[in-house]
């Protein structure tokens, strides 16, 4: 059955909640234990590396491939055919935090860069979104 038949007489954001289907994940990755979160009746498959996900999907292999908006944006980019038959849906109730690892003599440079994210923590949200890191993305 389709999403929209499934969710026919609820909330389509309940249908993808409860879907039992395979999940395919980046192995070890952050999308593992989000994936299982989000989607708890689901089995999670990881999968080696994204382009190993991707033709998982074409495949059959799996039902569905989990990742942030960004890469899956750029993957209908890169393979316009597959924006018909899979379709996307973006989920907005969870953040993806990103790291910066520092090494422990760097405390100059750790200062320096808490300092930009705290000055520019506005202006960087703003400036990230996903629409504007694909078009800096294909300069």
Known sequence: KSLAQLARDGNLED???QFTGRIGVIAASSYVGFARETFPRATIVPVKTWDAGIQ???DGTIDTLYRDEFEVRRVLERYPDMGVPFG???FTDKTDV???YICNPCANL???V???IESRSHSLTQAMSVDSLLRNARK
Do not use: G
Request: no cysteine; proline share 0%; glycine share 0%.
């Open 114 to 116: 808490n300092l930009y």
């Open 56 to 58: 998982a999907l074409r």
């Open 110 to 112: 750790q200062q320096m």
């Open 15 to 17: 249908v993808f909640r």
């Open 88 to 90: 996307s849906a973006i």
């Open 98 to 100: 990103k790291v910066v």
